[in-house]
């Protein structure tokens, strides 16, 4: 079964780290986009990180320098080390797969992207 | 812009159609997907790519897209579709991004 499951979560002071694990079965991560996705209370989603190929990463403004994203393989676990936490980093955050994919659109080839395995999410608390 | 903006409420009477919209200037270039997110559950793909749609997904759930604007459409809405959809997309430097939300319900 394809499954994610997320951890590491819980209460921090501001200005403490979190390191959250997500725990891959059932495909590879080394052979996908892995992303964090977070959703603070009662807002929308948030996009903060993706890994991909080798080494690539990329990061919302709102957590670059901040936090830091990677993949163990051998583990088949993606980790995001959260540092400097702020009040504002309090959310539920999830993990999800991407996958992609290419269309031809009137003879121009379309790229499009996916997220179509999440976790249930581990939930990060900043205060004091 | 990098930005995808949704209305955030709509509302459809049982068993109408409703469209969902988002906008944004990476639509352009690349198809948005769209998750359906209900009270207390992780977000649920729902339509991706052309008009791709998951296993498990119904046929009266369907996605278009025209210039900067994706849409989602739901034919013969049941209660079970109400929910809040959120589009997605990413920009040229391949930051992913969200559009705010859309709270649907079902009257």
């Known amino acids: 079964e394809v499954q994610l499951v997320e951890s590491g979560g819980g209460l921090v002071q501001p200005g403490g780290s979190l390191r959250l694990s997500c725990a891959a079965s059932?495909?590879?991560?080394?052979?996908?986009?892995m992303n964090w996705v977070r959703q603070a209370p009662g807002k929308g989603l948030e996009w903060v990180s993706v890994t991909y190929g080798g080494d690539g990463t990329n990061y919302a403004e709102s957590v670059k320098g901040r936090f830091t994203i990677s993949r163990d393989n051998s583990r088949n676990t993606v980790f995001l080390q959260m540092n400097s936490l702020r009040v504002e980093d309090t959310a539920l955050y999830y993990c999800?797969?991407?996958?992609?994919?290419?269309?031809?659109?009137?003879?121009?080839?379309?790229?499009?992207?996916?997220?179509?395995?999440w976790g249930k999410g581990t939930t990060v608390t900043v205060s004091s | 812009s990098s930005e995808l903006t949704q209305d955030p409420a709509v509302s459809v009477a049982l068993g109408q159609t409703v469209r969902i919209t988002c906008q944004g200037d990476?639509?352009?270039?690349?198809?948005a997907s769209w998750y359906q997110q209900k009270a207390g559950q992780a977000p649920v793909l729902v339509s991706y790519?052309?008009?791709n749609r998951p296993s498990g997904i119904p046929d009266r759930i369907s996605g278009s897209s025209s210039g900067d604007t994706a849409s989602l459409t739901i034919t013969g809405a049941q209660a079970e579709d109400e929910a809040d959809y959120y589009c997605n997309s990413r920009d040229s430097s391949g930051n992913r991004l969200f559009g705010g939300g859309t709270k649907l319900t079902v009257l």
């Open positions: 059932g495909f590879t991560v080394s052979g996908n986009y």
């Open positions: 990476s639509l352009r270039r690349y198809f």
């Open positions: 999800a797969r991407e996958g992609e994919g290419v269309t031809m659109v009137r003879g121009v080839i379309n790229y499009y992207y996916y997220m179509d395995v």
């Open positions: 790519g052309k008009n």
